[in-house]
């Protein structure tokens, strides 16, 4: 992955994930915030050991190329694949203190859902990571503002944002509120699908679904 250091982005959105497949739910929410925040690229970042979970069910290489199918249809969106490098659990703090060296005049989104949100505070180095990024989070439409606030802890409630026009240029912290229409559908559930034998090719991109057909994958 490069980008050239003479044009170098004013805005990276990151999303993170197993992406066991990657699907709909994570691509086109990721890239209509993105586009909505403002970013020049959307970083797509497979874990190779997500530190909650116990494994995965395609390996690396196999999750790192339906990934890489998903941007040669989208010159904005990049794979970054340096989490599939470790041999260690992929901490967010560790790929963001990596992205944020590289690009250092650059603003870093990292897009969450509210499940992430709301167990924030137990993330590795959580705090550590507001000083890196902003947090864009993608909430369903019409979700209480009231009772997110209620929610939160006093430390996350102090940085929520709600209006676009609020956020402060190239500073970090900032908890800006994203109401994204939601794909109702999961790795887990598409997995589950294929493994029955039932059609899920309406939650994948194509070159995904033939992908996964043709290495048998989730069988």
């Not at 790795?187 to 679904?209: H, N, W």
Request: include cysteine; charge should be neutral.
């Amino acid at each position: 992955m490069s980008i050239t250091k003479q044009n170098p982005p004013k805005i990276i959105a990151v999303l993170g994930g197993t992406f066991d497949p990657i699907h709909l739910g994570h691509t086109l929410p990721a890239q209509e915030t993105a586009k909505w925040i403002g970013a020049e690229k959307l970083f797509l970042i497979p874990a190779h050991i997500p530190p909650h979970k116990l494994g995965t069910h395609a390996n690396a290489k196999q999750r790192a190329e339906m990934v890489s199918l998903i941007c040669a249809n989208n010159d904005n969106v990049m794979l970054d694949s340096r989490e599939l490098n470790r041999h260690t659990p992929s901490f967010t703090v560790d790929t963001l203190n990596e992205i944020k060296a590289e690009h250092p005049n650059t603003s870093l989104y990292f897009i969450m859902g509210m499940d992430s949100l709301l167990t924030f505070t137990t993330w590795h180095c959580w705090q550590e990571i507001l000083t890196l990024c902003n947090l864009v989070v993608n909430i369903r439409p019409g979700y209480s503002h009231l009772e997110l606030e209620d929610t939160l802890t006093p430390e996350l409630n102090a940085r929520l944002i709600f209006n676009l026009t609020d956020l402060q240029p190239q500073k970090s912290g900032q908890i800006v509120i994203h109401e994204s229409k939601p794909v109702n559908i999961s790795s887990t559930e598409i997995r589950a699908r294929i493994k029955s034998g039932l059609d899920c090719s309406q939650y994948l991109e194509k070159p995904v679904f033939d992908f996964i057909k043709q290495h048998k994958l989730y069988n």
